[in-house]
């Protein structure tokens, strides 16, 4: 990836995402040296123009930037840095810089299973200790396929009885592990529905 730091005199814009919920939380601007601190510490850096100084987001809140991805536009004068938020992001308080919700449960009934497929996601791929989704990964595949069929068992025994709460709860644990296994075998949910979309065309 070849980035462009002349078109402004040193310096480009950052535009920063949350990895999980794809929402934009903030710009900022980085040089060179703030690019390769971002990389090489993995917690988004930038240049502050006001204060002539780099600066690591969160270094004075603790609200730091975990970095996932960094990519450049088109012209390689601009960068998408998708990263995980540790807390509010804006100066003031707010999730964002641009004062909107980042929370999970700003997200619609049907956002919040791709949501939580790109936690799971995360998961997978920056581990954090004492995570349930981590240990069943540890598990391994057939671990993680006879913990779905368990759930199916699970669920299909609470639909015989009439306590709706349990029913529930037993549907929403086969639609996390099933998630899991979705993870696992390098699917994803997109898939799963394109062929729900095909078969419903029939």
Not at 53 to 78: H, M, P, V, Y
Not at 142 to 158: D, F, H, T
């Amino acid at each position: 990836m070849t980035i462009d730091f002349s078109k402004g005199d040193g310096l480009v814009p950052a535009v920063v995402q949350d990895a999980v919920t794809r929402k934009v939380l903030m710009l900022g601007y980085m040089n060179e040296e703030a690019y390769r601190l971002t990389l090489d510490r993995r917690l988004v850096t930038f240049w502050s123009r006001s204060r002539q100084r780099i600066w690591t987001k969160g270094e004075t809140s603790g609200n730091f930037l975990q970095l996932r991805e960094i990519l450049a536009d088109c012209d390689g004068d601009t960068l998408l840095v998708k990263a995980i938020p540790s807390g509010p992001v804006c100066h003031t308080g707010s999730d964002t810089c641009f004062g909107e919700e980042n929370q999970p449960s700003e997200i619609s009934s049907s956002e919040f299973l791709f949501y939580l497929e790109n936690v799971i996601k995360d998961r997978r791929d920056n581990p954090v200790e004492g995570s349930y989704t981590n240990h069943l990964f540890s598990r391994g595949l057939n671990k993680i396929a006879q913990k779905v069929g368990e759930e199916a068992v699970e669920l299909v025994i609470e639909s015989k009885d009439n306590d709706k709460d349990l029913f529930l709860g037993e549907a929403a644990d086969l639609m996390y592990h099933l998630l899991v296994l979705l993870v696992k075998k390098e699917a994803s949910l997109e898939e799963v529905v394109d062929v729900l979309k095909a078969r419903h065309s029939r």
